[in-house]
C-alpha cells in the first residue's frame, strides 16, 4: 500500500476514535438510555476507543495493560474524576497523532482535515484544558497557594473551618504530568518542542491555529505557572516565545486575570512584570485599551465605566523596574497618535472631573492623582498645535461641556458621577462649606490658578507661552468689542 494511502487510511482510524471520545459517533439508543453516570458515558466512549484501535495503542500504554480485556476492566473500575483526567490525556494523544498526520511542513501532499474533523479536533482541545491543563493547574496553584509564606492564617474558627486541605502526596505526580501536557501542546504550536525556542516557526495547521485562538490565556497561564516554580528554561523561552506571536490585548487579558489576589505571590509578581513589558512593546498601550474597553471602533455613545478608566491609569502609572519615568515615555512612543486621538476628545470633562477632586478636600486622593496623571501624560506626549488646542478647549468649555450642556461632578456616595444641571456651588459656598477652597471665591470655570498650577506642572513652555500669546491676542480682541471686558472674563476665563 502507498505511503499516501497509509496515512489517509490511519488519519481516518484516528479520528474515528477521536469521534468516540467526544462522543460524535452515533450510539444505539438501548444503549444511550442505560447510561445514567457520565461515569459509564466516559468508561464506555474509552472502551470503544481501545477496540478501534486495537493492540499497543495510548490507552493500554498509559494503563499498562496487557490486553484489551484487562484494559477494559481498568477503565471501568476507575472513578469519575480519574476517568476524565484519562479521556483528557487521550484527546491530546488524538490531536498529536492527527498533527503528525497531517503536517503540511512536513508533506505537501497530507491529507485534508473537513468541516466535521475540525470541529472535532476543537472539542477535543476543549477536554484537554478542562480535564487536564486546568484540573492539574487548579490544584497545583491550590497547593503552593496554601504553603506561600504569605498565606495568613485563619483569625477564627469559622475561617479555619472554610480553608481546603490540600493534599500534597500526588502534587509532584501532577506537575510532572502538567509539564508534559503542555510541552505536547507547545510541540503543537511550534515547529520543535526543544532547543532555541526563540527561532522557531508556529506550524501553519488548523490545530495551531486552534490552540492559539481558543486557549490562549489556559496555555499562558500553564506555561508562566510551571517556569515560576520548576525552573524550567524551557517553560521560561517558552512563554516569552509565546507572548511575542500572540496579540497584545490578549497577552494583557491572559497576566491581568493572573495578577489577581487569588493567584499565589510569585505568580503575580511575575505577571506584573510581564504585563509591564507588555505595555512597552510598540502598540502596547493601544493593546492595553483593546483588553479593557474591546477591540471594536464602533462607538454607540456609552460612557465608559470610571472603573475601566481607573484600571487603566493604575497599570500605565505603574514604572517597571530598573526604569524611570523618562525611559517609559520612550518606550511608549509619544509621537504616536495614539494620546491624541484617545484623550483629547474627552480633555474638557477630564480637566474638569480633576478641577472638582481638587476643590473638594475630602475627595478621594488616589482618584484625584490618577486623573492628574492621564492629564499630565497627554499634555507631555501631544505636538504643540494638539496641546494648545486641547487647553483652549478647555478654556472655551468652562465646566468641561460648555453652554449648551448643563451637567457636573458630583460624589454619590462613594462614586463619582455626572449629573444633571448646573453645579450647586454658589449654594454650597452661601452656606458655609468648608470643603469649598477659599481661592475659588469667583466660582470661574475653569479656575484660573488651579489651570495655570497645572499647566506650570506639565514644564512644557512652548505650550504655555503659545497659549499666553493667543490668550493676549483673545482678550485685546474682546476688548476692541465691549467695553467692559471684565464682563467676558466672568464668562470665559484666559490664561495670563
Known amino acids: 500500500m502507498p505511503a499516501e494511502q497509509q496515512t489517509a487510511t490511519r488519519l481516518k482510524l484516528v479520528l474515528r476514535a477521536g469521534s468516540e471520545i467526544t462522543g460524535t459517533e452515533t450510539q444505539p439508543g438501548n444503549k444511550r438510555n442505560a447510561e445514567t453516570q457520565v461515569s459509564d458515558v466516559l468508561a464506555r466512549r474509552l472502551v470503544e476507543f481501545d477496540n478501534i484501535l486495537g493492540d499497543g495503542n495510548i ?105 481546603v486541605t490540600v ?47 481558543r486557549h490562549p490565556s489556559g496555555l499562558t497561564k500553564a506555561c508562566v505557572v510551571l517556569a515560576c516554580y520548576t525552573n524550567d528554561q524551557f517553560m521560561k523561552d517558552s512563554t516569552n516565545r509565546l507572548l511575542s506571536i500572540l496579540p497584545i490585548s490578549q497577552n494583557m487579558i491572559s497576566l491581568g486575570a493572573m495578577t489577581s489576589k487569588s493567584m499565589p505571590g510569585k505568580v503575580r509578581a511575575v505577571c506584573g512584570s510581564l504585563l509591564s513589558e507588555q505595555l512597552l512593546r510598540p502598540e502596547g498601550l493601544r493593546g492595553l485599551l483593546g483588553a479593557i474597553f474591546g477591540e471594536s471602533d464602533s462607538t454607540d455613545g456609552d460612557v465608559a465605566p470610571l472603573s475601566k478608566l481607573e484600571h487603566v491609569a493604575r497599570i500605565v502609572s505603574i514604572i517597571p523596574n530598573r526604569m524611570n519615568k523618562q525611559s517609559v515615555l520612550l518606550r511608549l512612543d509619544p509621537s504616536s497618535t495614539l494620546p491624541h486621538s484617545l484623550v483629547t476628545p474627552v480633555l474638557p470633562p477630564l480637566y474638569s472631573l480633576l478641577a472638582y477632586l481638587d476643590r473638594v478636600r475630602t475627595s478621594d486622593p488616589a482618584l484625584k492623582e490618577l486623573v492628574r496623571g492621564i492629564l499630565r501624560t497627554w499634555g507631555g506626549c501631544v505636538n ?9 478647549d478647555v478654556i472655551q468649555k468652562r465646566d468641561g461641556w460648555g453652554d449648551a ?92
Not at 504643540?384 to 483652549?392: C, H, I, N
Not at 456616595?413 to 481661592?439: A, K, T, W
Not at 500669546?469 to 485685546?476: D, P
Request: one cysteine or more; hydrophobic letters at 40%.
Open 384 to 392: 504643540v498645535d494638539e496641546a494648545v488646542e486641547g487647553w483652549w
Open 59 to 163: 490507552l493500554r500504554e498509559h494503563l499498562k495493560t496487557a490486553d484489551n480485556l484487562e484494559c477494559h476492566a481498568v477503565i471501568r473500575a476507575l472513578s469519575g474524576e480519574e476517568l476524565e483526567t484519562l479521556t483528557a490525556e487521550v484527546a491530546l494523544w488524538v490531536v498529536v497523532e492527527v498533527q503528525g498526520l497531517t503536517n503540511d511542513d512536513i508533506s505537501s501532499s497530507a491529507p485534508d482535515l473537513g468541516t466535521r474533523d475540525l470541529n472535532q479536533i476543537r472539542t477535543l482541545a476543549s477536554i484537554v484544558f478542562k480535564w487536564g491543563v486546568d484540573r492539574r493547574l487548579s490544584k497545583i496553584l491550590s497547593y503552593w497557594k496554601a504553603i506561600s509564606p504569605e498565606t495568613s492564617p485563619p483569625k477564627s474558627s469559622s475561617q479555619a473551618a472554610s480553608i
Open 167 to 213: 493534599d500534597d502526596s500526588n502534587i509532584a505526580t501532577d506537575v510532572s504530568e502538567l509539564q508534559n501536557m503542555v510541552r505536547q501542546l507547545l510541540g503543537l504550536i511550534f515547529s520543535a518542542s526543544s532547543g532555541e525556542t526563540s527561532s522557531l516557526m508556529i506550524h501553519s495547521s488548523h490545530i495551531s491555529k486552534t490552540l492559539l485562538t
Open 405 to 496: 450642556n448643563e451637567l457636573h461632578w458630583e460624589a454619590v456616595g462613594e462614586q463619582i458621577r455626572l449629573c444633571e444641571g448646573r453645579e450647586p456651588e454658589s449654594i454650597v459656598f452661601l452656606q458655609g462649606n468648608e470643603d469649598i477652597d477659599s481661592d475659588d471665591l469667583l466660582q470661574l470655570r475653569p479656575n484660573p490658578a488651579h489651570l495655570i498650577a497645572l499647566l506650570k506642572s506639565i514644564k512644557r513652555d512652548d505650550v504655555n507661552s503659545t497659549l499666553l500669546v493667543r490668550s493676549l491676542n483673545e482678550y485685546q480682541a474682546l476688548q476692541a468689542l465691549d467695553s467692559d471686558p471684565f464682563r467676558y472674563v466672568k464668562v470665559r476665563t484666559r490664561v495670563y
